[in-house]
């Protein structure tokens, strides 16, 4: 069982910053592309940042700029580095990986969420 564990939420002010993290454990073969959701309130869950194991990076468009994905040196943790943070970044934000068990069976494991509160 893989789990993934995220931090680093939490409320701040517009133009400030957070920074999120996530580590996946359990019984695994390797981490392969890891990133981060979001889902606001009312809105389907959404892409902002994926990065592969060899470091390729990927940003949803309302985010080029402000925020920055990265992953450890450790290969099972992710972080996503949040500057001039807006209002409309206000959400739940959830860490993702795609992961390969030891019988080589791929699946998406997703963590629990972290709350993101952006005040104007």
């Known amino acids: 069982q893989v789990q993934l564990m995220e931090?680093?939420?939490g409320l701040v002010q517009a133009g400030g910053?957070?920074?999120?993290?996530?580590?996946?454990s359990g019984s695994m073969w390797s981490v392969n592309s890891m990133g981060w959701?979001?889902?606001a309130p009312g809105k389907q869950r959404e892409?902002?940042?994926?990065i592969?194991?060899?470091g390729t990076t990927n940003y949803a468009d309302a985010v080029k700029?402000?925020?920055?994905?990265?992953?450890g040196n450790a290969k099972n943790t992710v972080s996503l580095q949040m500057n001039n943070?807006?209002?409309?970044?206000?959400?739940?934000y959830y860490c993702n990986a795609y992961v390969r068990?030891?019988?080589f069976e791929t699946f998406d494991a997703w963590g629990q969420g972290t709350l993101v509160t952006v005040s104007s």
């Open 7 to 9: 931090s680093g939420g």
């Open 17 to 24: 910053s957070l920074r999120l993290s996530c580590a996946a």
């Open 37 to 39: 959701y979001r889902q």
């Open 47 to 50: 892409l902002v940042a994926t």
């Open 52 to 54: 592969t194991s060899g």
């Open 65 to 71: 700029g402000r925020l920055t994905i990265s992953r």
């Open 85 to 92: 943070l807006k209002p409309e970044d206000t959400a739940v």
């Open 101 to 103: 068990t030891w019988s």
